[in-house]
């Protein structure tokens, strides 16, 4: 049986974590790949880096940081943040990225989205998709969530399944940094309206929160950052939880 | 000893790469080549491939010689080879993502789409999947029964002879995720992505 995945996310700026994990254990708390490798020896199904470099002059450091980490985690590694081309996509494969999520460029060129899967295969590319809600539907947002596109998030979703991208990952803007839980409405109903799996995102601030993403919001997997930062919760710790709810882990 | 990762232009191969440097370490020596010259004097052979099964057959084929030499040294000099995601989709005689192409039909069989049943199940199979081992490979020593292993991939392999399959996976049906044919092995799974267990599929391998 496939089991649903856990994916802890580390935000990285200029080659190194803001808000790490808190471990004793840590030579230097900020090194990323020090990070993914107590994540992925803990049982994390897959590491996920958002590089939040804001200058194109340190967007070189997230290559660095890739290439060291896959020469020391060996489970998928997806990046996003900043990617806007076939070059960079391709830069970050040749780093050792398993996959690459792209936000704004798919919406502003869903081509980028076309040209690479089929250069690539489907199985790399991810589309992130930041969605606010506006009445009874969810508007896609970009460039961090700063600017509303004003497309329909659902529409949007079926667009970016038939462009060929190979999962989904959607965040809900209403709950990201609130540890309220996820907008398990918004991830049910992109779930209903495609046959890609989907990553849910946004607003965990408890293990019951990633139950909830799976069940109610029929996520494959589900990613989480605070809750895994600060030691609050090990990856290990949160798959049991989900085991013992009868969700289908690896364990 | 040598073991050669035959670089067509499939795609990604840094994680396969990655992991058969971390296992071998540096007693074997790992080489990433299409060189044949380089290709032909190996000891053993990994066949990497990610993206269409038509993508990389195309991609073999612009190689002068590649398939050639492939055969010659699977086939006529029966020299270990492992077969890693649409690698071993390739084994077969044809394949039917984007348009029917012909494989390199090692192991007689096809290459179809998983059927999802109505988008019962969502495609690519993508994550953790536990395997069924039903017979004994070399390639699964200490392997146990039930392992997970990571999958990415929409099509499977479908041999006409099931004696060639060594593992199975469940998803919408039984997949074929392993065979073994005399000296040549296929994953469909991802064992440079398979955390530790992955990589002792590429120890067993590396020490055939």
């Known amino acids: 049986m496939l089991k649903n995945r856990i994916i802890p996310c580390l935000d990285v700026k200029n080659g190194r974590v803001v ?23 803990g049982g994390a199904d897959e590491i996920c880096f958002l590089d939040i470099t804001a200058s194109n002059e340190n967007r070189d450091t997230i290559y660095d940081v890739v290439e060291r980490t896959s020469k020391k985690c060996f489970v998928p590694l997806t990046v996003g943040g900043g990617v806007r081309s076939i070059d960079d996509i391709n830069k970050l494969l040749n780093c050792g990225a398993d996959k690459v999520s792209i936000n704004t460029a798919a919406v502003e060129n869903p081509k980028v ?34 600017n509303n596109s004003r497309i329909d998030a659902l529409e949007y979703a079926k667009k970016m399944e038939d462009s060929g991208a190979g999962e989904l990952l ?21 779930a209903s309206k495609v046959n890609i799996p989907l990553i849910a995102s946004g607003g965990v601030g408890n293990l019951d929160h990633l139950v909830d993403g799976i069940k109610l919001g029929n996520a494959s997997a589900v990613l989480a950052a605070s809750i895994f930062h600060y030691g609050k919760h090990s990856v290990r710790e949160a798959k049991e939880y989900l085991d013992s709810k009868g969700i289908p882990v690896r364990i | 000893m040598k073991v050669t990762i035959v670089d067509y232009n499939s795609g990604n191969i840094s994680s396969v790469i990655n992991s058969f440097k971390e296992v071998a370490k540096d007693k074997v020596n790992i080489e990433v080549t299409s060189d044949l010259g380089k290709i032909k004097s190996s000891d053993k052979l990994v066949l990497p491939g990610q993206g269409s ?19 010659e040294f699977a086939i006529n000099n029966k020299k270990p080879l492992l077969g890693i995601c649409v690698g071993l989709q390739m084994f077969a005689d044809v394949g039917y993502e984007e348009t029917e192409t012909k494989g390199l039909g090692w192991i ?13 199940y969502k495609l690519p199979h993508i994550g953790w999947n536990q395997i069924n081992i039903i017979k004994d490979s070399k390639i699964f020593k200490d392997i146990k029964n039930n392992s997970h292993m990571y999958f990415v991939h929409s099509y499977e392999f479908v041999p006409n002879d099931n004696s060639v399959i060594v593992a199975t996976t469940d998803y919408s049906s039984n997949i074929v995720c ?19 267990i992955g990589l002792k599929i590429i120890d067993n391998f590396i020490n055939l």
């Open chain 1, 170 to 190: 959607v965040t809900s803007m209403d709950r990201d940094g609130t540890q309220i839980g996820y907008d398990v409405d918004l991830m049910n109903k992109i």
């Open chain 1, 19 to 41: 808000k790490g994990i808190n471990f004793v254990d840590l030579k230097d708390a900020g090194d990323p790949v020090e990070q993914a490798k107590i994540y992925s020896d």
């Open chain 2, 53 to 71: 099964f038509k993508s990389c057959v195309d991609a073999l084929n612009k190689i002068d010689g590649l398939t050639e030499t492939l055969n």
């Open chain 1, 113 to 146: 989205v076309l040209d690479s899967s089929k250069k690539f295969g489907s199985q790399c590319i991810v589309v992130a998709i930041d969605a606010k809600k506006n009445g009874d539907k969810w508007e896609v947002f970009t460039h961090g969530g700063r």
């Open chain 2, 178 to 196: 392993s065979v073994e044919k005399e000296n040549i092995f296929g994953t469909q799974f991802h064992p440079e992505k398979s955390d530790k």
């Open chain 2, 108 to 120: 007689s069989g096809r290459v179809s789409k998983i059927d999802n049943q109505n988008g019962k």
